[in-house]
């Protein structure tokens, strides 16, 4: 049986994520070897293949992290006791700054979900067509409210705003004039102006 944990208590499942993470963002996912990732996490083949049927697996678990953090900020976002118009904001705000704050996971996912078995690629399919429902079900809300124009429809606004999230990984850097916040703020002003009545 495999160790759960290194020496610092790092649970190997998260030591396999934490370099395939790192090799697929520096090398591409097609061109990392399971080899490599074992070596990088400090484990044996043995050990990928017990928590991870394939390097495929950890592919689709790069970026299936993401999106349940994702999914449950939303949630409790849309469930909380706020104006419609301050949860559409914060919830608009909030997945701008959990996607730059993992954006190795983003840009792997947006070049790299081509290559996900069939399966693997109708289950993340799912899973992002529900957070966007869920996005898209709370602009609803507010256009029912007559809070946001109905002049753009939900599904519209709803794809502006994450397409300009699934380009953060190609312009923006840590090191550059403005904060994951700075950014999801003028991001989320933008979708609410596209919004208003």
């Known amino acids: 049986m495999a160790?759960?944990?290194d020496g610092d208590g790092t649970?190997?499942?998260q030591r396999l994520l934490a370099a395939a993470t790192r090799l697929f963002a520096d090398q591409g996912y097609d061109r990392t070897s399971?080899?490599?990732i074992v070596e990088a996490a400090g484990v044996t083949?043995?050990?990928?293949?017990?928590y991870f049927g394939s390097k495929d697996d950890l592919l689709h678990e790069v970026y299936a992290r993401l999106l349940r953090v994702q999914q449950e900020r939303l949630?409790?976002?849309a469930n909380a006791d706020e104006p419609i118009e301050k949860r559409v904001r914060d919830a608009a705000a909030d997945v701008v700054v959990t996607t730059i704050e993992n954006l190795d996971d983003a840009m792997i996912f947006f070049r790299s979900m081509h290559q996900l078995s069939p399966e693997k690629n109708k289950q993340v399919r799912a899973e992002r067509r529900r957070y966007h429902e869920r996005f898209r079900a709370l602009i609803e809300e507010g256009q029912e409210a007559g809070v946001f124009t109905r002049a753009n429809?939900?599904?519209l606004v709803v794809d502006y705003h994450f397409g300009s999230i699934h380009h953060l990984?190609?312009?923006y850097r840590p090191d550059g004039p403005m904060s994951p916040q700075q950014v999801a703020d003028h991001l989320a002003d933008l979708l609410l102006r596209?919004?208003?009545p």
């Not at 083949?45 to 017990?50: N, S």
């Open 11 to 13: 649970p190997v499942p």
């Open 169 to 171: 990984s190609t312009w």
């Open 194 to 196: 596209a919004l208003r």
């Open 153 to 155: 429809p939900a599904d």
């Open 45 to 50: 083949k043995g050990a990928l293949y017990h």
């Open 3 to 5: 160790r759960t944990t």
């Open 75 to 77: 949630d409790a976002f």
């Open 34 to 36: 399971v080899q490599e």
